[in-house]
C-alpha cells in the first residue's frame, strides 16, 4: 500500500468522524430545540394565566374597604401637610 492509499484511507475514516460528529451535533441542536420550545410554551401558558388574572384585578370594582382605605389615606397626608406647614413656620418664627 503506498502513501497515497494511506492517505486516502486516512481522508475516508476522517470523512466518517466528521460525519458522525455531524449528525451528533445535529441530534443535540434538535433536542435542545425541542426543550427550548417546550420552555418557551410553558411560559407563554405561565404567562398568559397572569394577564388574565391581571386583567381580571383591573376590571373589578373597588370594595368599600378599599375606597375606605384610599380615603383615609388621603385625609392623612392632607393632616401630614397642614401640620408640616405648621411645624416650618413656627420653626421660622412666622408664627407665634
Not at 6 to 35: E, F, K, N, S
Not at 44 to 56: C, G, P, Q, V
Amino acid at each position: 500500500m503506498s502513501e497515497f492509499d494511506t492517505l486516502r484511507a486516512d481522508l475516508a475514516g476522517l470523512r466518517a468522524d466528521v460525519a458522525t460528529l455531524r449528525t451528533d451535533i445535529d441530534t443535540r441542536v434538535a433536542t435542545l430545540r425541542t426543550d427550548i420550545d417546550s420552555r418557551v410554551a410553558g411560559l407563554r401558558a405561565d404567562m398568559d394565566i397572569r394577564f388574565a388574572r391581571l386583567e381580571a384585578k383591573i376590571d373589578e370594582k373597588p370594595s368599600a374597604a378599599t375606597i375606605y382605605q384610599a380615603s383615609l389615606a388621603t385625609f392623612a397626608g392632607m393632616f401630614a401637610v397642614m401640620v408640616g406647614t405648621v411645624v416650618f413656620r413656627k420653626s421660622i418664627s412666622m408664627m407665634p
